[in-house]
């Protein structure tokens, strides 16, 4: 449980009001130190803990890396900020028991699908170094994440041509401000800061338009974050390592190759 004794603005004290984190630690063996908070998607109203899940766990496994699969709050009991609350506090937990569970601290990165990549993004763009004065010490630990992995996600809340609405009700309502909606449009929050990002997605993509990894994509570019963007020509939306779709399937073999050039899979 992320916090054990009851989450901030929790309404009740069921499981689905409890975020958590569910570790799966690298082989000793072949453990980089690197970490990764895997974000699975579902618009914001249930999560795919399986295919986004855990097969991305078991996979980051296999090449040193040490997951744990982030379980947040979602429509409809739950809106923004509740997600993000959450997934702050998964980088912030992993972060202070790095030690313990034989992880660099500043190898810790956030991987998301669909909406759970909008999630994985906010994270990317919606930071902090920690409450240095905060009673709890784990909300003493910086919460932004080394590097980002955006798997087809939804990014933008204002590009009508390439919003995902459902993603977007669930998390803001069916009539959000215009501040919100701006703070929450992912591409619009790119800084100098932003951690290095690895994107994906497809051409027939119907559900999450791939404009949204190039518009996140683009916006590093211009804000000076290093970023790599794969769009492959098939593969529909929702289809996690990808397996049975070739030339998508090469996204884990990529992403590998890209951590291992950013000396994220050196022991």
Not at 180 to 187: A, G, Q
């Amino acid at each position: 449980m992320l916090w054990p004794d009851g989450a901030p603005g929790a309404v009740g004290t069921e499981e689905h009001d409890r975020p958590s984190i569910t570790a799966y630690l690298a082989p000793a063996d072949r453990n980089t130190g690197t970490a990764i908070v895997i974000c699975p998607g579902g618009g914001y109203g249930h999560l795919a803990v399986g295919h986004e899940g855990e097969d991305i766990g078991n996979w980051l496994n296999s090449i040193g890396v040490s997951g744990f699969v982030l379980r947040y709050r979602i429509a409809p009991r739950y809106k923004h900020p509740s997600p993000l609350l959450d997934v702050q506090r998964a980088l912030r937990v992993v972060r202070s028991r790095a030690s313990e569970w034989k992880i660099d601290p500043a190898r810790i990165g956030v991987l998301g699908f669909s909406a759970g990549g909008h999630l994985a993004s906010t994270a990317a763009t919606h930071f902090d170094d920690g409450d240095a004065s905060a009673g709890d010490p784990i909300d003493r630990v910086s919460c932004r994440p080394d590097f980002a992995v955006l798997s087809y996600p939804v990014i933008t809340f204002t590009d009508e041509s390439a919003m995902h609405r459902g993603s977007r009700n669930n998390l803001l309502g069916q009539d959000p401000s215009a501040e919100l909606i701006t703070l929450l449009s992912n591409e619009l929050q790119v800084k100098p800061t932003t951690p290095p990002v690895f994107l994906w997605h497809t051409s027939e993509d119907k559900g999450v338009p791939p404009a949204n990894s190039t518009l996140f994509y683009l916006a590093c570019v211009k804000a000076g974050v290093p970023a790599e963007l794969h769009i492959y020509e098939k593969g529909p939306h929702g289809i996690g390592l990808a397996k049975k779709h070739p030339g998508a399937d090469q996204w884990p073999v990529q992403c590998e190759a890209w951590l291992r050039g950013r000396g994220l899979l050196s022991k």
